[in-house]
C-alpha cells in the first residue's frame, strides 16, 4: 500500500556503536515523506524551509527528483512503468541540505513495491546508492562498499528493515562485520500532517535541522577521535556508485 503523501515525520534517530569502544548518540529532527514526480508546494514565505532540488540527489544532473531515480534505475535494469515512488528525506532548509540516508520505495503501475533505493550521503560530500529488494518484512541486506564513518574501513555487510512509513516510520540499519555487530541506526518517529503551523513547530523545535545533523557527525566524530579510536583513510581511488546487487 503507497502511504499517503506528503507527510512529516517528528523522528529520533539513534546511532549505536559497540566496538572497538561503545558509543551512543540520540537526536530529535524532522523529515518529509514526499512523491518526488509531485513535490510538495509551500506558501512562498514557507518556502525556504523546505526545498526538494535535483541537485541534492544522485547524480544531481538531472531536471528532475524522479528523472534523477528513474536514470539510476534503468541503469540498473529496473523499469517502473510510472509506477509510484515515495521519498523519505530532509528538505532543503534556509539554503543548506545533508542527507545522511534517503530512502526510496519504488512501486510497479499495480501498486506492488518493486524496489527500495538507498541513497548514503557522507559528510565529504560523497554518495552512492544502493538497489535493495526487501521481503514482506521490509527486511534487505546488502555489502557495503562506501565509505561513510573514518572510524569503519569498507567491509562486512548492512542488514536492515525499512517497512514503509505509515503513522509510524521504524527503521533499522546494523552493520555486520567478521568480528560482530559494530553499530546500529534507527529513525523512528510519528507522522504529522503537513500545515504551515506544524512546520514552523517542527522547525523551531529542530531550527537549521539538517545543519545540525551534519554538525552532530562532526562533533561526535571528534569526540571518538580523542578517545583514540583508529581512523580508517578514504580511499584514493573514485567511491563506487553502483550497488553490489546490480544485473
Not at 531515480?69 to 523519505?88: I, N, P, W, Y
Request: net charge positive; with cysteine.
Amino acid at each position: 500500500m503507497v502511504s499517503e503523501v506528503p507527510a512529516l515525520y517528528s523522528v529520533a534517530i539513534a546511532h549505536v556503536r559497540t566496538a572497538p569502544q561503545r558509543y551512543a548518540l540520540r537526536h530529535r529532527t524532522y523529515m518529509w515523506l514526499i512523491d518526488p514526480d509531485h513535490p510538495p508546494e509551500l506558501h512562498p514565505l514557507l518556502g525556504p524551509l523546505a526545498r526538494f532540488d535535483a541537485r541534492d540527489h544522485f547524480d544531481g544532473d538531472r531536471p528532475s527528483l524522479r528523472a534523477g531515480l528513474d536514470a539510476f534505475l534503468s541503469a540498473h535494469g529496473v523499469d517502473l512503468k510510472g509506477g509510484q515512488v515515495v521519498m523519505l528525506t530532509h528538505a532543503r532548509v534556509l539554503g543548506y541540505v545533508f542527507n545522511p540516508l534517503t530512502l526510496y520505495w519504488c512501486h510497479g503501475p499495480d501498486g506492488t513495491l518493486s524496489c527500495v533505493v538507498a541513497e548514503v550521503h557522507n559528510t565529504y560530500g560523497g554518495r552512492h546508492c544502493y538497489l535493495l529488494h526487501p521481503d514482506e518484512e521490509g527486511r534487505a541486506d546488502t555489502a557495503k562498499n562506501f565509505y561513510v564513518s573514518p572510524f569503519f574501513p569498507i567491509d562486512g555487510r548492512y542488514r536492515m528493515r525499512l517497512p514503509a512509513p505509515g503513522d509510524r516510520v521504524d527503521l533499522t540499519v546494523h552493520l555486520e562485520r567478521d568480528s560482530g555487530r559494530p553499530f546500529t541506526a534507527t529513525v523512528r518517529g510519528t507522522r504529522r500532517h503537513v500545515r504551515a503551523r506544524t512546520l514552523l513547530c517542527l522547525m523551531l523545535r529542530s531550527p537549521w535541522s539538517t545543519l545540525a545533523v551534519s554538525a552532530a557527525i562532526r562533533i561526535h566524530g571528534i569526540r571518538l577521535y580523542l578517545r583514540g579510536l583508529p581512523v580508517h583513510p578514504r580511499p584514493h581511488h573514485p567511491e563506487p556508485s553502483t550497488p553490489e546487487n546490480a544485473p
